[in-house]
């Protein structure tokens, strides 16, 4: 996507060096980062300088990439390999992408490695770029079809109302994103589109990350409370809900930011379709329900503490609640399949079901039921 004038991906390899854009840092200050080391790559995982499903199965491949060019042994390799599942145990892609390179490695010389997992990780990465350029072609036609349907017609003064939640845009990919790459693919096929962005406590991935990313698209959009959401379903203010997803059980469960769970609820009470971007790769066949999947608890401070600019354009952190008072932070929940109206993935949608996504992925569901599959991992 661009940003100005300047076309980026979130992640990339140039002269032996992989760059990211740190988004800890958006949107008050664009940065690019040199990762050179396996544990600068975990370093950008774990802290979510890079963050989003799809990118962390991106980085993760790079990481491997930049281990394989310090220590290209079995030891290394092995090594690599659990750093890096430490890092952030709930989106899949990150396990799925690591197996993958596991096994273009593991019956190669040491000395081929380096070179072999650099490739391997440039074709995770531009097969994610064109996985979800198709899927936002799906997307983008379920938009229109929904505005084609609605009772009254879309126009520029009464447009598509679309509610998204967190960032499931490019900045959570490599390239277009997921929830927001139909937004973007039908916004520039002219439909008129206003989305309205869910703040997304505590780290406000979507004040901060998709309202910045519209923004640089030119998406008429609008910030909202949390909050907010469920009284703007209940009067008529939203035509349909898109979020993405880290991990989507073999059931249709969805793991998604934490906060998913109460908008299906009430999306489903106001009879307003919920529908979740789930590429392939994130996509568990391995994990039959959501019960499978392990949610992540991060730190209390990004609870008790708001980071921003003050006034005066100076970075500030700021404590909001009492220094006694304690803080759970569980980054993500589980949205029952029974609450999804629809998965949109690069091959078609498909319903929340079992039989529906073995269906789309007959390949994917079939390893998992023939073998092992994706154990879900339990990290740290």
């Known amino acids: 996507m661009k940003i100005g004038d300047r ?15 740190d988004q800890t840092l958006l949107p008050h200050e664009l940065r690019i980062v040199p990762l050179e080391t396996l544990e600068e790559a975990a370093h950008a995982i774990s802290t979510m300088q890079v963050r989003g499903a799809p ?4 980085a993760a491949a790079y990481g491997l990439a930049l281990a394989m060019a310090e220590d290209p042994s079995d030891t290394g390799l092995e090594r690599a390999l659990q750093v890096l599942l430490a890092t952030r145990p709930t989106a899949v892609n990150l396990r799925w992408a690591l197996d993958r390179c596991r096994a273009v490695l593991a019956d190669i010389p ?36 929904i505005a084609a349907d609605r009772d009254h017609p879309v ?49 406000g991935q979507g004040a901060r990350l998709t309202a910045w990313e519209l923004g640089q698209h030119g998406v008429p959009h609008t910030v909202i409370a949390d909050s907010a959401a469920a009284h703007l379903l209940a009067t008529a203010r939203v035509d349909v809900v898109i979020v993405g997803t880290d991990r989507t059980a073999a059931n249709g469960d969805v793991a998604n930011k934490i906060g998913t769970y109460p908008l299906a609820l009430a999306a489903h009470d106001n009879r307003v379709p919920f529908h979740v971007a789930a590429p392939g790769p994130s996509i568990d066949f391995g994990a039959r329900s959501g ?22 354009g100076s970075p500030a952190q700021v404590r909001v609640t ?22 949109i993935t690069e091959r078609g949608i498909a319903q929340a079901s079992e039989s529906a996504l073995a269906r789309m992925y007959p ?3 079939g390893a998992a039921s023939n073998g092992p599959g994706s154990q879900p991992h339990q990290g740290d």
Do not use: K, M
């Not at 076309?7 to 060096?17: F, P, S």
């Not at 995770?124 to 350029?133: L, Q, S």
């Not at 980071?307 to 005066?312: E, I, K, P």
């Not at 009492?322 to 998965?343: C, H, K």
């Open 155 to 203: 126009t520029s003064t009464a447009p598509l109302h679309v509610l998204t939640h967190c960032n499931a845009g490019w900045l959570a990919t490599v390239d277009h994103g997921t929830a927001t790459a139909g937004i973007y693919h039908a916004h520039d096929q002219g439909l008129p589109l206003h989305v309205w962005v869910d703040e997304t406590r505590p780290r």
């Open 55 to 58: 990118l962390i199965g991106a």
């Open 363 to 365: 390949e994917e569901a």
């Open 322 to 343: 009492p220094e006694t008072s304690a803080a759970a932070n569980p980054a993500f929940d589980i949205t029952p399949a029974r609450l999804v109206t629809g998965i």
């Open 7 to 21: 076309h980026y991906r979130t992640i990339w390899a140039e002269d032996g060096v992989v760059r990211i854009i």
């Open 291 to 312: 019960a499978d999947i392990p949610i992540e608890e991060r730190s209390g401070e990004e609870l008790t503490w708001v980071s921003g600019l003050a006034r005066d």
């Open 110 to 145: 040491p000395q081929e490695r380096a070179a072999a997992s650099l490739r391997e990780a440039g074709a995770v990465a531009d097969e994610d770029v064109e996985r979800n350029r198709t899927l936002g072609a799906v997307a983008a036609d379920l938009l229109t079809r």
